[in-house]
């Protein structure tokens, strides 16, 4: 949620910095919410006005009945003034709850680093790490090298479930595990994450937290009967974990990672990577979280796409790290990068990670604060999130860059361990 206060001095700036997202509505609700926290100030203006003028009248009845005088005219004066003061406090509220819900619908404002532009061709590249592998045979997508291998199917995944599942079996199952294990010991016992398992539901307060709710409540699927809903990240459990607290400064930058399934409706992504591993209603990854010191939060978002990135090094696939523009950035990112691995299939990259600052939005909406000593005033942590990875779209990338001619799949070194020295996943 962004700061009221920051809206009414900086009106301007924040309008052209939240124009740059390329949302009409957005200015839309911006000019609405600057409009009303106008008009709620001048109610409140008027009612203390009154409350004075009721005091003053309180004074004159008190010392008009100690000498006798008549009252009766000012008693009914001051009885018309309280009715006038309760209906502003109504209107009022109800302005405040009108205030409330647009400014929850306010996404964050860009960083001043993040390039302006409308879409993901506005990205800006950042680095590209590693070299595509060379074929000499036409390479599968990785849903048929699944299929082939006999370690995935989608069809009796269809069948169980619906469109956008998978069965995974045998060494496709293995794969996934290991993947997880790897990226969680990477992260915990390597770049100072603590890790943590959380639940798999969240109620409505803490998806109004992280900017989930209520804008895209769409995009998530909700059990029927109780304020619940599956996660669609773990990004949601991990923010919440100091929902309405305040932390010891002391203790930033505190980071949390963990493994959790993730359930989204894909709610307007009909046609788009329907095939495959790529977008699925049920997946897993691995997520990172970490609440830090707002002046240190640009730091930790290099740090953090760093350890993203370490996982692709180390599974020797080839990236490439890009800033999101201002159209292309998530609802409740101040500043975004994604990291994007080569998919043979497609000759092209394809998002596998993306690790943004929120700064303070999110802090703001769930009551995150810290203090950097017992005297000191609360202050708003800075939140930041990040994919370490997705799992399925790791498998699809290890598949496709890994395959063989005679249809078999290279086991990259750092997962044999995990596979109990596997080197090849064959027919």
């Not at 199917?153 to 045998?170: H, M, P, Q, T, V």
Request: proline content about 5%; glycine content about 8%.
């Amino acid at each position: 949620m962004l700061d009221l206060k920051v809206i009414q001095e900086n009106f301007e700036e924040v309008k052209k910095k939240l124009a740059n997202r390329g949302q009409p509505q957005v200015v839309t609700d911006l000019d609405e919410v600057y409009h009303l926290s106008t008009e709620i100030k001048d109610l409140t203006q008027q009612a203390q006005v009154r409350r004075e003028k009721r005091n003053k009248i309180s004074d004159e009845v008190k010392k008009l009945k100690m000498t006798g005088g008549e009252v009766s005219g000012l008693i009914e004066e001051s009885r018309r003034i309280g009715e006038e003061i309760t209906a502003i406090e109504k209107e009022s509220k109800n302005l405040e709850e009108k205030l409330k819900s647009l400014l929850l619908r306010l996404p964050n404002i860009p960083h001043d680093s993040v390039p302006v532009g409308k879409t993901a061709e506005d990205n800006v590249m950042v680095r590209v790490v590693g070299q595509p592998p060379v074929f000499d045979f036409e390479p599968l997508p990785h849903w048929d090298i699944g299929t082939n291998l006999g370690i995935l199917d989608f069809e009796r995944a269809a069948k169980i479930a619906g469109s956008r599942f998978a069965l995974y079996f045998g060494p496709g199952a293995r794969l996934e595990r290991a993947l997880i294990s790897f990226m969680l010991d990477l992260h915990t016992k390597e770049k100072g994450f603590k890790e943590v398992l959380p639940p798999f539901i969240a109620n409505e307060a803490s998806l109004t937290g992280t900017g989930n709710l209520p804008k895209f409540a769409e995009d998530l699927f909700r059990l029927e009967g109780f304020d619940w809903y599956l996660i669609p990240t773990a990004e949601v459990p991990l923010t919440n974990i100091y929902r309405g607290e305040t932390i010891d400064g002391g203790k930033l930058p505190e980071r949390f990672v963990a493994y959790t399934p993730c359930f989204r409706s894909e709610a307007g992504s009909y046609g788009k990577d329907i095939r495959g591993l790529v977008r699925q209603h049920q997946f897993n990854k691995v997520e990172m979280m970490i609440f830090s010191l707002p002046e240190k939060s640009l730091d930790e978002l290099e740090y953090m796409t760093s350890c993203a990135e370490e996982v692709l090094k180390r599974l020797g696939l080839a990236y490439r790290v890009v800033a999101l523009s201002t159209g292309d950035m998530g609802f409740a990112s101040g500043k975004t990068y994604d990291l994007e691995v080569w998919m043979p299939a497609r000759n092209s990259y394809m998002e596998i990670s993306s690790c943004s600052d929120c700064f303070d939005f999110q802090a703001r909406r769930a009551q995150i604060k810290f203090k950097r000593d017992q005297k000191a005033r609360p202050e708003f942590v800075h939140t930041l999130n990040g994919s370490g990875l997705a799992i399925g779209r790791t498998v699809s990338a290890i598949l496709e860059n890994y395959q063989q001619k005679d249809g078999s799949v290279i086991v990259p070194e750092a997962l044999r361990p995990y596979l109990g020295g596997l080197e090849a996943i064959k027919r």
